[in-house]
């Protein structure tokens, strides 16, 4: 019973961040299809963290939507349903813009950081002696395991996220660049179209001139 409410205690500790927006769960499959919804969406670093006045600056290595002028971009804390990248590592964001063109990360999105939330301070490995009492051991060990589960968990849900969001720009840009020649075309045909008409009437009017001085010349 005692294993039971430490694990409930560990949930609470772990998630209070994403309770408190009433988040609904979102699968690995739906992930990128619901972060896709936000403004911005990259693959970056958190680089730098003022946690005074709770801003925190991102690199962005790879940009999948929206536009954006800087390598760096700079998300604002904006209340309990904020997400809080205090570590300096990888991130998939998902954000939406502020008016001075910050960003905000809810935590309903499924931005994610390359280690799961709070696992730098998960304990090493205990070591097991025999003076410890067997449910110590057991409660220690399960929260490592519990750990490396979570981290593996996340692991695979980056990875995931990442090449579905490579697939998707790969699309777009396929996409633009189709558009871009269909554009191409279309302003060609017209061209074209133009040339004959402008050509037909050229034409018509040299025949004209020609008809003409034939029968003035009668």
Not at 17 to 46: A, H, Q, W
Not at 154 to 166: A, G, K, V
């Amino acid at each position: 019973m005692k294993l039971k409410y430490f694990f409930l205690l560990l949930l609470l500790c772990f998630y209070n961040y994403s309770f408190s927006c009433d988040c609904k769960p979102i699968d690995r499959e739906n992930m990128v299809e619901t972060g896709l919804k936000y403004e911005i969406v990259f693959y970056g670093e958190v680089i730098k963290v003022d946690s005074i006045k709770r801003t925190y600056t991102f690199k962005i290595i790879e940009l999948f939507k929206g536009k954006y002028n800087s390598q760096f971009i700079t998300q604002k804390y904006s209340g309990n349903c904020s997400i809080i990248p205090s570590i300096k590592q990888l991130w998939i964001v998902y954000a939406s813009f502020n008016d001075d063109k910050t960003i905000k990360l809810s935590g309903c999105s499924p931005s994610t950081g390359f280690k799961p939330y709070g696992s730098d301070s998960m304990p090493s490995p205990p070591e097991i002696h025999i003076s410890q009492k067997i449910e110590d051991q057991i409660k220690s060990l399960t929260f490592y395991v519990w750990n490396l589960s979570s981290e593996n968990r996340n692991l695979q849900d980056w990875i995931y996220q990442l090449e579905q969001l490579r697939i998707y720009k790969t699309l777009e840009n396929q996409k633009s660049e189709k558009e871009k020649t269909e554009s191409k075309v279309e302003s060609y045909s017209k061209y074209i179209i133009i040339s004959l008409i402008v050509n037909i009437l050229l034409f018509l009017s040299l025949l004209f001139v020609i008809l003409k001085k034939k029968n003035f010349a009668k």
